[in-house]
Each structure stands twice: as C-alpha cells, then as structure tokens.
C-alpha cells in the first residue's frame, strides 16, 4: 500500500474517535470552566511576579497559547506572554507557565488511540502524521476554550483577576496559537476618543464587518443615528450615553454597558445573548423582538423596559445573581 492511501485509510479509520474527542473536549470544557479562569488567574499572579522580577513597567498586550513544541512532548501547560506597547518589538517580554495536564486529559486519550489506530499501516504512517491531526484539534480546542473564557471573564475587574499585573489604559488579552491566530478575550480602551471616531469607524465597517467587533468606547456620547445589520459582537460602552440610537438586526452578542445611560433607543431584531446591562440605565429603551438569551439586566429596571413575558423567560437579573 503506498502512503497516500495508507495516510487516508487511516483518517478516515480514526475520523470518529476524533469526532467522539471533540464532543468529549466540548463537554470537559464546559464543565471545568471554573477550572480554566483558575488558569488565567494563577498565570496573571505569575505575570506580576515575573515582571517585578524583570523591572517590567507594564504589559499591553497578553497572549495565552498552548505551544505545539509542549504538547509534542505531552508537557501539557499554557504560556502566557506579555508585551508592552510596542508588541513584538518588545524587548524585555514576560512569560509565565502553568500546567493544565489535569484539564487536557481528554487531548491525552486521544493521543493513545491515535497511535493505538497506526498498528497495521507499517511505515506509511509516522509519528509526524499522528502530531499534525492532533494539531489540527489544538485550533478547534482553542476555539472551545474561549468561547466559555470570555463568559467567564467579563467580571474581571469584579473578581481582580489582572490585579497583579500593571496594565496600560489599552489593553487586550488574547488566547490561540503563538504568534499566528488568536481570538480576544477581553479587551479595554479607557482612552477617550475624539467624537468623529465614532462614525469614522461606522464608515469602515461597511468596508470591514468586523471593525467594530470587540470596540471599546469610553466616557463618550453617542447620539442620532440608525444602525442596520452589523456585527457588533462583544463592544462595550462604558460610562459613556447612547441616546437616539435605531439598531436594527445588528449582532450585539456579549455588548457590555457599564456605567452607560441608553436614552430613546431600540434594539429591534438584534441579538443581544449575554449582553451586560448591570450597570445600565434607561429610558425610553425598546428591547422589542430582540433575543436576550443569558442578557443580564438589573432587577429594578425591567418593570420599566418593553420585555415581552417570553424574553422574561430567558434573561437574567443582576439581584438573581447577587443572592
């Protein structure tokens, strides 16, 4: 048997024990999602360590990866690197380790009944095989991983979980493969911004949909405008007024309010699941035909918002939470 055969008889051998790790890493990361922001705390009390150690002044830009150079050796731990404003270019950067072996278990099982699967393939399938399916799992691990992190995370400054580590007033924390693909976690920006910032970068998204992904807007004013079908996934508004805004089927997925006044606004059609409205305020706001799946409102308001006895179903209230 040549090896091009060889190499796709055996994928498709193991293609439902990689479907059934999946499923299985799924479900582990759900369950120890606790386990995982332990993670991120332990690695940002040694961040704040390292960088008294090292004199480091501040960090702007934080990256977790899990090196494909550890999992080759089955050294199962997460790197978290920090780098000031001048990013790659930094030329004292910190790094800190800590093991996630326990939390991996899964990643480790499927690495026995891979090499388990080659017996009968000689030669035609190697050791190199074996590692790049596995690191083809790494990404979509990744993938899982942040999807409960950034839920997590949100109550960050609640919680102090970046206590130990002096930050920069923009900042982001990013998880995903070293120095290539990585998705943000969290990400704040309490710099003010000159008024024509705003529709500036409107303008761009109709050029470039997710230019307001993850945005962040402080201590502005933001009035007068209709917003249609645009990605708005994860943007915070913190102490800022949101006044006469129309958006209209726009994904506002995990938007955060803190501090921030909505005055004469609607979210028609838009999607709004594990929006954070704690520490909103309101009037005059419609929330009419908008999912609010997991959105968290405070208790005292939402007698006076236009929920429908459907959306009360789904929402969480901040008094709920706090009991």
């Known amino acids: 048997m040549d090896r091009e055969t060889a190499l796709q008889n055996y994928r498709e051998a193991v293609s439902r024990k990689i479907a059934a790790f999946r499923s299985h890493m799924g ?6 999602a606790e386990d995982w922001e332990a993670v991120v705390e332990k690695a940002m009390k040694l961040l704040g360590e390292q960088m008294e150690k090292q004199g480091k002044e501040y960090v702007c830009f934080l990256y977790f990866s899990l090196l494909k150079s550890d999992t080759i050796n089955r050294n199962y731990r997460v790197q978290l690197h920090g780098l000031d404003m001048s990013w790659y270019m930094d030329k004292e950067p910190v790094e800190v380790y800590v093991d996630v072996k326990e939390l991996l278990t899964p990643l480790d099982e499927l690495w026995n009944e891979l090499v388990c699967a080659n017996q009968g393939y000689g030669v035609s399938v190697n050791e190199y095989d074996i590692q790049n399916l596995l690191f083809d799992e790494l990404t979509i691990m990744d993938n899982m ?6 839920y997590r995370l949100r109550d960050w400054e609640k919680k102090g979980i970046f206590e130990p580590v002096t930050r920069s007033p923009y900042w982001v924390l990013r998880w995903g493969e070293y120095r290539d693909q990585t998705e943000i976690l969290v990400q704040t920006d309490r710099v003010e911004k000159d008024p024509g910032v705003w529709k500036t970068e409107l303008s761009k998204a109709a050029r470039e949909p997710e230019k307001m992904v993850f945005s962040y807007w402080y201590k502005g004013t933001y009035a007068d405008r209709t ?20 958006f209209q089927n726009c994904n506002l997925e995990g938007s955060r309010f803190p501090g921030t006044r909505l005055t004469g606004c609607s ?12 520490e909103c305020t309101f009037e005059q706001t419609s929330f009419a035909g908008a999912e609010l799946t997991a959105a968290v409102f405070p208790a005292e308001s ?18 709920e939470e706090e009991s």
């Not at 991983?145 to 950034?150: G, M």
């Not at 028609?268 to 409205?277: K, M, P, Q, S, V």
């Not at 939402?302 to 008094?319: K, M």
């Open 267 to 278: 979210f028609e059609g838009c999607n709004l699941w594990g929006a954070d409205f704690r």
């Open 227 to 246: 917003i249609r079908d645009m990605d708005m996934r994860f943007i915070t508004f913190e102490e800022s007024t949101v006044q006469n805004i129309v």
């Open 145 to 150: 991983i942040c999807q409960v992190l950034r």
């Open 27 to 32: 479900d582990s990361v759900l369950e120890h």
């Open 302 to 319: 939402v007698p006076f918002l236009e929920i429908s006895a459907e959306q009360l179903q789904v929402i969480r209230l901040d008094r």
